[in-house]
C-alpha cells in the first residue's frame, strides 16, 4: 500500500513539475516523437487584445486573464461573439472566479446523510436558503465576474443561463440558482437535462419541509416534460440523492422512481444502487436484509463502467462508495451469505477499481472481521493467508478478531504466527495487543514444543518493553504484562529469564504485586531446572513484598528442595 501511494505522490509531483515549468520541457527527445506523452503548452501563443486572444485563455483556464482581456475589448467597443462570452461564462462558473490550479480540488464535501428525525417529524433542521446564503467556505461571491459579465451582455441564450445556474449550484448560491431559473423560464428559453439534473439537487438546499422537496422536485420534472427534455440516468440519480433527503416521503418514492428508469429503459449505476441503500437502510433493527438480496441480485451478473460522479472512480470521486456502504450493513446484519455474495460481484470484471486503496483497505479489513466472527476457523486461516499482506494490511481490530477465532476455536498454537505477522505491521508496541496475545499464551498449559514457540514470543514482547537504543520508548509494565511473561518463560524452562524479567529486577522496581500463580508456577520451574538458588530469592521476594503466601512457599520450597545448612 506505501508503495502504491508512493507512486502514485511521485506522478502528482511529475504533473505539478512539468505543468509549473514548462520550459524547462520544450525539447523533444523521443524520436518518433509522440505528441500525447509531451507536456501540454499552457503559455499564452497569441499577443495583443483580440476575441482569439480571448478564445486561447479561456482554453488555457486562465481565469483572470481571460476576465482582464474581455473587459480590455469592452472597453474597446471590439464585439465579442456569444459564443465565445458562453465559454467564458463556463470557465467562470465551473472555477467559482478563482484562479485554476491544477489538481484543485472543492474543499469540503456534500452531507448525504439524512437527517434524523422521529417517525412523525416532518421537518429538516433548519439551514439558510434566502438570498443566496451560502455556507461560510463557499466561493461564489456577491456580484461576482460571472454575474458582472452576465449583465453586461448584449444577448443571452439558454446556454447563459444554464451555466450560470450550474455555477450557482456547484457553489452552493442554491436560491440564486432557483432565481435564475425563473428567469430563464420568463424569458421563454429551455433548460438542459444537465441544468435540470443540478437542479434537482440543489431540492433539499431550497425547501425545508420533506414533502415541499418532493414537490419542488415533482415541479422539474414536470417542466422537463412539457419541455420535451428526456431524462438520463443522472437525473434519476438526482432524484433519488434528493430523495435520500426527504424522510419517510423519500422511502415511499425511491420504488416508483426505479420502476420509472426501469420504463424508460434506464440501466442503473452504482450510484442508483448506493442511494437506495441509504434511502432504506435504518440499521440492523430493522432487519432490512431483503432489501440487500434484490440489489445483489441485480449487480452480481454485471461488470460496471463509471457513469455518475458518485459511482466512484480511480480517483475517488465518491466519498460513499456502493461497495463499503454495503459490505458495513452486511457486518451489521452479521449476514455472511450476503458478505459472499457482495465479495463476489466485487472481484468481478474491473469492479474493484471503483475503489481507492483507502477504500479497499476499508472493505477487506470489514470483510475479515465479518469472517472472524461468522465462519470456521479453517475458512478464516485461508481467507487470512490468501489476502492479508497481498490484499489488505489487517488492522490491529483484524488481528484482535483473529485472535477471538483462534480462541473460540482452540487453535492457539497458530498464535507464533500471527506474531510474526504483528511485528512485520509494526504493531509490536500496542498494548491492547501485547496484553491479548500474553493473555492467551499465558491462560494454560500447553505442550512444550507449544510453550517453547510461546516463549520466543514473550522474549520479543520483553523486547518491546525493554528496547535497546534510544530511539524507542520503553513501554511501561504492567503487573498483569509481568505475570504472563513470568509464566511463559517459566513453562518454558527459562528459569534465568523468568527471574530476571518478572521478580527481583522488576517488581521491586515498579512496585507490583505478582499473582499466586506466577510465585507457584516459577517454583515449580526451579524445581524442575533444580535451581534452589532462585527458589530462595522466591520465597524472599515474597516475604518482602508482604505477600501472604510467603509462609506457604517456604514451606513447600523446603519440603522440595535439598538445601544446605547455609541455604536453610
Known amino acids: 500500500r506505501l508503495y502504491s501511494l508512493s507512486k502514485e505522490s511521485g506522478r502528482n509531483a511529475a504533473k505539478y513539475i512539468i505543468k509549473h515549468f514548462p520550459q524547462y520541457f520544450d525539447k523533444t527527445f523521443a524520436e518518433p516523437n509522440v505528441p500525447c ?52 461564462l463556463d470557465l467562470l462558473c465551473f472555477y467559482g472566479d478563482e484562479e485554476f490550479t491544477p489538481g484543485k480540488e472543492k474543499e469540503g464535501k456534500e452531507d448525504l446523510e439524512e437527517p434524523e428525525a422521529n417517525a412523525s417529524e416532518q421537518k429538516a433542521p433548519k439551514r439558510q436558503f434566502q438570498g443566496g446564503s451560502q455556507s461560510p467556505g463557499s466561493r461564489w461571491r456577491e456580484n461576482n465576474n460571472a454575474e458582472r459579465i452576465f449583465k453586461i451582455m448584449p444577448e443571452r441564450n439558454a446556454h447563459s443561463y444554464c451555466t450560470m445556474i450550474r455555477g450557482m449550484v456547484k457553489h452552493e448560491a442554491f436560491a440564486k440558482a432557483y432565481g435564475m431559473y425563473v428567469d430563464l423560464l420568463n424569458e421563454r428559453h429551455k433548460a438542459d437535462v444537465h441544468t435540470f439534473n443540478t437542479l434537482i439537487t440543489a431540492v433539499p438546499y431550497l425547501k425545508e419541509r420533506f414533502l415541499e422537496r418532493w414537490e419542488l422536485a415533482k415541479v422539474f420534472l414536470n417542466h422537463m416534460a412539457q419541455q420535451e427534455v428526456q431524462p438520463n440516468l443522472l437525473t434519476f440519480n438526482a432524484l433519488l440523492k434528493t430523495l435520500r433527503k426527504c424522510g419517510a416521503v423519500g422511502r415511499s418514492m425511491a420504488l416508483p422512481v426505479l420502476k420509472e428508469m426501469e420504463a424508460l429503459d434506464i440501466e442503473p449505476s452504482l450510484a442508483t444502487y448506493e442511494h437506495l441503500l441509504f434511502i432504506f437502510y435504518r440499521g440492523a433493527d430493522l432487519h432490512p436484509s431483503g432489501i440487500f438480496s434484490e440489489v445483489l441480485d ?46 463476489k460481484v466485487m472481484e468481478k470484471g474491473d469492479n474493484w477499481k471503483f475503489m481507492s486503496l483507502d477504500r479497499l483497505q476499508a472493505y477487506w479489513s470489514k470483510f475479515f472481521s465479518l469472517l472472524c466472527m461468522m465462519e470456521q476457523i479453517d475458512v478464516v486461516l485461508k481467507w487470512y493467508k490468501e489476502t492479508s499482506l497481498s490484499l489488505f494490511y489487517p488492522t490491529p481490530k483484524n488481528i484482535l478478531d483473529l485472535l477471538q477465532a483462534l480462541d473460540a476455536a482452540n487453535q492457539l498454537e497458530a498464535i507464533p504466527s500471527v506474531w510474526e505477522d504483528v511485528k512485520q505491521l509494526g504493531f509490536n508496541r500496542r498494548p491492547d495487543l501485547l496484553e491479548e496475545l500474553l493473555s492467551l499464551m499465558s491462560r494454560e498449559q500447553h505442550p512444550k514444543e507449544i510453550q517453547v514457540s510461546f516463549a520466543k514470543c514473550a522474549e520479543d514482547i520483553k523486547a518491546a518493553h525493554e528496547p535497546p537504543g534510544r530511539e524507542l520508548s520503553p513501554l511501561e509494565w504492567t503487573s498483569s504484562t509481568l505475570g504472563h ?17 518478572n ?66
Open 503 to 568: 521478580m527481583m529486577e522488576r517488581f521491586k522496581q515498579i512496585n507490583r504485586i505478582p499473582t499466586d500463580q506466577v510465585m507457584d508456577e516459577f517454583l515449580t520451574c526451579a524445581k524442575l531446572t533444580n535451581c534452589p538458588d532462585e527458589a530462595i530469592k522466591l520465597v524472599k521476594l515474597a516475604a518482602s513484598l508482604g505477600l501472604p503466601s510467603s509462609q506457604r512457599l517456604k514451606s513447600r520450597m523446603e519440603k522440595e528442595f535439598e538445601l544446605s545448612e547455609k541455604q536453610r
Open 298 to 343: 441485480d449487480v452480481e451478473s454485471r461488470s460496471f463502467t463509471p457513469q455518475d460522479p458518485d459511482d466512484g472512480t480511480d480517483f475517488n470521486l465518491s466519498d460513499s462508495l456502493h461497495w463499503l456502504s454495503l459490505n458495513e450493513k452486511c457486518c451489521d446484519l452479521k449476514d455472511i451469505k450476503l458478505a459472499y455474495r457482495l465479495n
Open 37 to 88: 506523452l509531451m507536456p501540454e503548452t499552457l503559455k499564452p501563443q497569441i499577443e495583443g487584445v483580440s476575441e482569439e486572444a480571448l478564445k486561447e485563455r479561456i482554453h488555457l483556464r486562465r481565469v483572470k486573464e481571460s476576465v482582464d482581456l474581455f473587459d480590455q475589448l469592452v472597453q474597446a467597443g471590439t464585439p465579442i461573439s456569444l459564443e465565445t462570452t458562453n465559454s467564458l
Open 485 to 501: 511473561v513470568a509464566l511463559l518463560f517459566s513453562r518454558a524452562g527459562r528459569t534465568q529469564d523468568a527471574w530476571y524479567v
